[in-house]
């Protein structure tokens, strides 16, 4: 692995050689669905975008709906009708996301992961009811199974 330095950005650009799959014969336990978002155009509740104690309190509720469970959470907002960026920790993974209300623009994150259950159709009921609250014209939407 070798670091390309890049004159423009604080953070080194990594490049290896080495191949994505793995080599490893030891099972595997813990499954995993990450569900990654680019929410564009979003239409739905402006206070979502900007009231950071409000986003909070709907990702939680949101969370709690979906059957899971929450350890934890962190929001915070940028100012008077500026963006958010939040987290919820959860017992199964996380939940983060980051909003540019100035760009209707949403990023969403969803990880889920169990030793012993399979937790995605938890995680894709909480992507769901975050994806239907922004309300996105134009939703990117990325599917990874991890483990």
Known sequence: MRVLPHTDSPVPIVSSRASLQSER???R???GLH???DLYGCRGDAALMTDA?????????????AGLTTVGSLFHSFGEGEGVT???????????????????YVTLDVYVC???CDNSAKA???????QQAFQPTDPHLHRVVRA
Request: glycine share 4%.
């Open 35 to 37: 569900l990654i978002g």
């Open 53 to 65: 104690a409000r986003l909070e309190a709907f990702c939680k509720q949101a969370v709690a709906d």
């Open 114 to 116: 169990s030793y012993s």
């Open 124 to 130: 894709e009921a909480l992507f769901a009811a975050l």
């Open 86 to 104: 939040g987290a919820v920790v959860l017992a199964e993974s996380h939940l983060a996301l980051h909003t540019w209300p100035e760009d209707d």
């Open 29 to 31: 336990h813990a499954p």
């Open 25 to 27: 014969t030891v099972p």
